[in-house]
């Protein structure tokens, strides 16, 4: 496990990314650029409250946000609860508490893609995840059957939509198809679940965030090639080459 007090220091570049807005209505995804103001002993990072357009942007108490830390020993990323808000000689500071271990990021791992990519999936049992996290093995008989949508997508991971529960923390098998150049392939991905919120708009619906763990052939490289392909497609048709 790596030591946030080993790594991050004041003035790091941080960049936020609101991933739930804790019991308040969920607005639209935002990201916001700002930087450490201090980490104390306990872990808690404290961060300087980001600026748009000469205004200071409050971060709601409760809400989370994945950190992406640019430190000198590279990219770090991890989920932060704002627990507090306060004024230290006029600067606004927020106070973030990790819920999730801090992890080395390759950077291109994070570029995402918006999309609407039709997912199958299914929640590890006990045994099995135990398994999986030992062997990096599905069982090859346990069909995904849960629908779901991707909506956005990153060589690290995902967010999708499904009526389906999952738990929080636990592991998810999930099974989707992407054009590629060279043809259409399937993937068996398992992530895990980092984030689970009941969208406002439609009660029926989840929306959940997760972390692609193992992943073999070369998957993740071709996530990201997809990724940067589709995107290629979307600025020549906006550009009408």
């Known amino acids: 496990m790596i030591d946030i007090l080993d790594v991050v ?3 790091d570049r941080v960049d936020l990314e609101m991933i739930s807005m804790g019991g308040e209505t969920k607005e639209e995804r935002k990201y916001h650029i700002t930087k450490v103001y201090d980490v104390t ?14 205004r200071v942007i409050v971060l709601s ?10 430190a000198g020993r590279g990219l770090y990323s991890c989920v932060g609860e704002v627990i507090d808000r306060r004024n230290d000689d006029s600067v606004s500071i927020a106070a973030l508490e990790p819920v999730t271990e801090l992890s080395k990021k390759q950077r291109r791992e994070y570029f995402r893609y918006s999309c609407a990519i039709g997912t199958m999936a299914r929640q590890l049992p006990d045994w099995e995840e ?7 093995k599905l069982d090859i008989m ?9 909506v956005d997508i990153s060589g690290g991971g995902m967010r999708f939509v499904s009526q389906a529960e999952y738990e929080l923390g636990r592991l998810v098998h999930t099974r989707f198809v992407l054009d590629l150049k060279d043809g259409r392939r399937t993937y068996d991905a398992v992530i895990r679940v980092i984030t689970a919120e009941r969208m406002p708009n439609q009660p029926a619906n989840r929306e959940y965030r997760g972390q692609f763990l193992y992943m073999e052939n070369g998957a993740r490289e071709e996530i990201i090639r997809f990724i940067f392909e589709e995107e290629r497609k979307t600025r020549k048709r906006q550009s009408g080459v």
């Open 9 to 11: 220091r004041p003035g």
């Open 41 to 54: 002993d306990d872990g808690i990072v404290e961060v300087v409250m980001p600026m748009e357009q000469s």
């Open 61 to 70: 108490q409760g809400a989370q946000y994945e950190m992406f830390f640019y």
């Open 130 to 136: 135990k398994s999986y996290l030992e062997q990096s």
């Open 142 to 150: 346990a069909e995904p059957s849960e629908r779901g949508v991707i």
